[in-house]
C-alpha cells in the first residue's frame, strides 16, 4: 500500500488547511487510518483516526473540537480538515494505515506509512 499526503503549508494562526491523503490499494478501506504528527525535536504524535468504515473517529486531546477526519473509502481518500490553527500545530503530519480496522493512538499499530506534508502556522 502506498500513500501520499498532501495539503500542508503555511498558514496564520486562526487559519484552516485540509489534508488529504490518497491511498494506493483499495484494500485501505477495510482498515482504520490515522494521522500523526511530528513537530521540530518533538516524539510523532496521534492526531486523529478513523475506522475503517468512517463509523468511529479518534483525536488527541490537543486538537479535539479544531480537527475533523473523514474518508472516501469508494475514493480510497481520508481527509484531515483542520481549523483555527495554532503555532504548535507546526509539524509534519503523515497518513497511516491501522493494521486493524480501527485506528489505535499508538504508531507501532501501523504499518503503512505516506512520506509526510508540512503544515506551517506562522503567529
Known amino acids: 500500500v502506498q500513500l501520499q499526503a498532501s495539503g500542508g503549508g503555511l498558514v496564520q494562526s486562526g487559519g484552516s488547511l485540509r489534508l488529504s491523503c490518497a491511498s494506493s490499494?483499495?484494500?485501505?478501506?477495510?482498515?482504520?487510518m490515522g494521522w500523526f504528527r511530528r513537530a521540530p525535536g518533538k516524539e510523532r504524535e496521534f492526531v486523529a483516526g478513523i475506522s475503517w468504515n468512517g463509523g468511529s473517529t479518534m483525536y488527541s486531546d490537543s486538537v479535539k473540537g479544531r480537527f475533523t477526519i473523514s474518508r472516501d473509502r469508494a475514493k480510497n481518500m481520508v481527509y484531515l480538515q483542520m481549523s483555527s490553527l495554532k503555532p504548535e500545530d507546526t509539524a509534519v503530519y503523515y497518513c497511516?494505515?491501522?493494521?486493524?480496522?480501527?485506528?489505535?493512538?499508538?504508531?507501532?499499530?501501523?504499518?503503512?506509512w505516506g512520506q509526510g506534508t508540512l503544515v506551517t502556522v506562522s503567529s
Open positions: 490499494r483499495r484494500t485501505a478501506s477495510n482498515n482504520g
Open positions: 497511516a494505515v491501522s493494521r486493524t480496522s480501527y485506528s489505535p493512538t499508538n504508531y507501532s499499530q501501523y504499518n503503512y
